[in-house]
């Protein structure tokens, strides 16, 4: 029987946590916005997803300094992920669905964050979002809006899901 240890790559993490942020990744389905299909340069981001709003590429999440998320603290990705916020406070209204992530742990967000780390570093800049006119005005008013962000996040702050808030 072959075990699988927790020994250290040579960058300091550990298999286990690789392969069970492989596991949650896959889970979350992180490939499915941050993934071209097609492509082999895995979550490089870039690819167009429709909305009503006009279309929204996704971003690169590799850990490439220069056009990813290389740079960014554990901080900083558990508030991604979890709260839907940038390192700069704004927030990743309305693409990253954070409310389906607010209840997963610090330590799975971050499983989650090592598992694409070993992997080559895919530098590939994200293409600008295709909005009208109209989407933008859509987009401006129905999500970047204080008052709507603020009760969003009143929501999911305390129990993760909108449906146990008016349960409790």
């Known amino acids: ?16 946590q690789i392969e069970k942020g492989r596991y ?3 889970a979350a389905d992180c490939f499915a916005c941050h993934t071209v299909p097609g492509s082999r340069k ?18 690169n999440i590799t850990a490439d ?12 990705f558990d508030a991604a992920v979890r709260k839907g916020a ?18 997963m ?14 992997r080559p570093a895919g530098q590939q800049q994200g293409g600008a979002n295709q909005e009208s006119a109209r989407s933008h005005r859509v987009l401006r ?7 709507g962000a603020q009760f969003t ?3 999911f702050k305390n129990r993760g899901t909108l449906l146990g808030w008016f349960s409790s």
Not at 108 to 118: G, Q, S, T
Request: proline share 10%; with cysteine.
């Open 1 to 16: 029987m072959v075990r699988r240890g927790s020994a250290a790559g040579p960058d300091g993490q550990q298999f286990d």
């Open 24 to 26: 949650l990744a896959t």
């Open 42 to 59: 895995a979550f490089a981001g870039n690819r167009p997803i429709e909305t009503p709003f006009g279309n929204i590429t996704s971003p």
């Open 65 to 76: 300094t220069e056009t990813s998320i290389g740079s960014w603290s554990d901080e900083q």
């Open 86 to 103: 940038r390192p700069d406070g704004s927030r990743l209204y309305p693409a990253m669905p954070f409310t389906s992530y607010a209840k």
């Open 105 to 118: 742990s610090r330590e799975d967000v971050l499983a989650i964050r090592a598992y694409p780390k070993p």
């Open 141 to 147: 008013g129905a999500y970047h809006r204080t008052c």
């Open 153 to 155: 996040d009143l929501r």
